[in-house]
C-alpha cells in the first residue's frame, strides 16, 4: 500500500500569516495515464470533508485562491498564503493512483 | 448543486449487517465512479469501497473485504454499501463520496455504532 506521510501533524498559525503542509507518499504517485492524482481535502469540526485541490494544483469549484498545491512524484503541499479563522480544522491529503486508496494521517491547523 | 445523502446508520449488534445508501443529485451519477470513506470516533479517514460508474468493477478496503459489497443503482440515482459480521471496529461515521470531475463531493455521513 502507499503510505502517506503528512508533516506537521499540527499547527498554530496567526490570522493573515501563511501555512504549508507537507504529504510525502511512499511511492511514486504519478499514474500510466501520466496524471497524478494526489488530492488535498479539509474537515471543519463536526462537519464532513471538503475538496480543496485535486490532480496536485488544480483548485477546486468554490475554494479560494489562497489555497495552492505543489510537487510532483512522492513530494507534495498544501499552502495557505493568508490563514483565516474558518480554515482551522484537519487537512488530509490522499491518493488515488495506486489501490488501496489512502489518506494522510491529517494536519490539524489550529488560530 | 451536487448532493450526496447518506442513511442506514444506526445502533446495530456485533456480527449483524448493515445497508447504507447515498441518494445522489446534482450531477450525471452515472457518469461517475462513487466511493465510501469511514472515520472512526476522533480519528483519520479510512477508505472503504469504490465502485465504477457503470457498477461493474469494484474495490474494497482491507479492513471491510469479504464482508462487504458495494453496488449502485444508476437509474435512481443511489450507491449502496452492504457490510456484514459488523464488529466495534466497524463504529464509525460512513461518508460516501466522489473524487472524480469538479466539483469533488462529500455527503454528511450516516453514524454507525456496533454495540450489543
Known amino acids: 500500500d502507499v503510505v502517506m506521510t503528512q508533516s506537521p501533524l499540527s499547527l498554530t498559525v496567526t490570522p493573515g500569516q501563511p501555512a504549508s503542509i507537507s504529504c510525502r507518499s511512499s511511492?511514486?504517485?504519478?499514474?500510466?495515464?501520466?496524471?497524478?492524482?494526489l488530492q488535498w481535502f479539509h474537515q471543519r469540526p463536526g462537519q464532513s470533508p471538503r475538496r480543496l485541490i485535486y490532480q496536485v494544483s488544480k483548485g477546486d469549484s468554490g475554494v479560494p485562491a489562497r489555497f495552492s498545491g505543489s510537487g510532483s512524484g512522492t513530494e507534495f503541499m498544501l499552502r495557505i498564503s493568508r490563514v483565516e479563522a474558518d480554515d482551522i480544522g484537519v487537512y488530509y491529503c490522499?491518493?488515488?493512483?495506486?489501490?488501496?486508496?489512502?489518506f494522510g494521517q491529517g494536519t490539524r491547523l489550529e488560530i | 448543486q451536487v448532493q450526496l445523502v447518506e442513511s442506514g446508520g444506526g445502533v446495530v449488534q456485533p456480527g449483524r449487517s448493515l445497508r447504507l445508501s447515498c441518494a445522489a443529485s446534482?450531477?450525471?451519477?452515472?457518469?461517475?465512479?462513487m466511493h465510501w470513506v469511514r472515520q472512526a470516533p476522533g480519528k483519520g479517514l479510512e477508505w472503504v469501497a469504490t465502485?465504477?460508474?457503470?457498477?461493474?468493477?469494484?474495490s474494497y478496503g482491507e479492513s471491510v473485504k469479504g464482508r462487504s459489497s458495494i453496488s449502485r443503482d444508476n437509474y435512481k440515482e443511489i450507491l449502496f454499501l452492504d457490510m456484514s459480521s459488523l464488529t466495534a471496529a466497524d463504529t464509525g461515521i460512513y461518508y460516501c463520496a466522489k473524487f472524480a470531475g469538479v466539483p469533488g463531493a462529500w455527503g454528511r455521513g450516516t453514524l454507525v455504532v456496533v454495540s450489543s
Open positions: 465502485i465504477s460508474s457503470d457498477g461493474y468493477t469494484f
Open positions: 511511492q511514486s504517485l504519478v499514474h500510466s495515464d501520466r496524471n497524478t492524482y
Open positions: 446534482g450531477f450525471t451519477f452515472s457518469s461517475y465512479g
Open positions: 490522499m491518493q488515488s493512483t495506486q489501490w488501496p486508496i489512502t
